[in-house]
């Protein structure tokens, strides 16, 4: 099929060639996001392949449908950024990658807390400079200590299992009991409970109008002083005004991000040379006990092989009328 990807950075290139070997789409990169006025780049094509950062609204779609467009290929999980409506309006099939590593999420997850904790970016820094001097990197055991899961799926569950290897007490909130993460031996528990009780929160749960914000005033007063918090799910789980007032009172002594609720205008680009003008995220920069990575959980050479994989085998599936098992629809 005649596939023409958005968003495309050299390391979707490597792998995406790879990979097609096996399946000979007629695949083409193009840098730039799609949205309202790019979407005539697709003239000439059948399906486009698109990222987080791109906008597949109605308007796009209907610039994607007249250019001769029937499939979206998302090379994500999520898929906020597509009108599912309008595509079914408009005869276009949606398709995504709805597992790829659960590993390569949860093993950062357990980098960010272990970087926050033994301060190892910053110990690098010293020796590079000469200076051996321990002051200020001081750590705790991470053994003994309770870590409180929100969300208990795929991403959750082997954070979990991790950080029992590590002999530490885990305890779990979800809208469904896992019977998994029960046989690891992780404690069901309300969200007070979990709160209350937990040295570390990490949140793996989906961005939905329940989740929106759960990171507020309210549930950070009902946390322990001194608690890390670390997200590597969705930005906007986490209101950062709140969590930027509990860094300020040092009720929240760590705070690893993987994930920003405005990340659109700053992640997977290089902004070295420009001006930062977003406040907020400058704020939550300043802070020495802030870890922020851009979005970077997914990226592995596993994770990326399966999402090429993934794609280009939904891909062959439209094009050979087979079911789609990853489509989604409205
Ligand atoms: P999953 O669907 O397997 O698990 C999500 C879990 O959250 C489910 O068990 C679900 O029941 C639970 N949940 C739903 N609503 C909830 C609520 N209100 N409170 C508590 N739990 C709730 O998903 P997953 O593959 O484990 O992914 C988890 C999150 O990680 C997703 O938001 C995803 O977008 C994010 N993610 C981030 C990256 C990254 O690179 N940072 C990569 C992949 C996924």
Redesign the pocket.
């Known amino acids: 099929m005649k596939v023409v990807f958005f968003s495309s950075k050299v390391y979707d290139q490597q792998f995406f060639f790879e990979t097609n070997q096996k399946y000979n789409h007629s695949i083409s990169f193009l840098e730039v996001h799609l949205n309202e006025s790019t979407a005539v780049l697709a003239n000439g094509y059948e399906a486009v392949c698109i990222f987080v950062n791109d906008i597949a609204n109605k308007q796009v779609l209907q610039v994607l449908a007249e250019q001769g467009i029937k499939l979206v290929a998302l090379r994500c ?2 898929f906020n950024n597509v009108d599912l409506g309008a595509a079914e309006e408009l005869g276009i099939k949606v398709v995504r990658v709805p ?1 790829y590593s ?1 590993y390569s ?1 949860a093993e950062h997850t357990v980098a960010l807390i272990l970087t926050l904790n033994r301060k190892t970016h910053r110990a690098y820094n010293r020796v590079k400079e000469g200076n051996f001097a321990l002051n200020g990197l001081m750590g705790f055991d991470l053994h003994g200590r309770t870590i409180g899961i ?7 569950l082997v954070t979990a299992q991790i950080l029992k290897g590590f002999g530490c007490r885990v305890l779990g ?4 009991k ?1 019977e998994e993460a029960e046989e690891i031996g992780v404690e069901f528990t309300d969200l007070d409970m979990l709160y209350k009780e937990s040295d570390i929160i990490s949140l ?5 109008p ?2 929106y914000h759960m990171i507020n005033d309210e549930s950070i007063n009902k946390m322990k002083d001194g608690v890390m918090i670390i997200n ?3 930005g906007a789980t986490i209101d950062t005004r709140a969590v930027i007032k509990g860094l300020k009172s040092e009720k929240i002594a760590y705070l690893g991000l ?2 920003y609720e405005e990340e659109g205008d700053l992640f997977f680009e290089d902004l070295s040379d420009k001006v930062i003008k977003d406040d907020v995220f400058m704020r939550l920069l300043s802070f020495n006990n802030v870890l922020i990575t851009g ?4 990226f592995t050479t596993d994770a990326m092989q399966a999402i090429a994989s993934v794609t280009l085998q939904n891909i062959a599936d439209f094009e050979q009328q087979k079911p789609l098992e990853n489509e989604v629809k409205p």
């Not at 793996?204 to 939905?208: E, K, M, N, Q, V």
Request: charged share 10%.
């Open positions: 999980a999520g597992a659960p999420v929100i969300g208990l799926g795929k991403i959750g909130y979800d809208v469904v896992h793996h749960c989906p961005l939905t329940q989740t590597t799910s969705r993987d994930v979005h970077q959980a997914f």
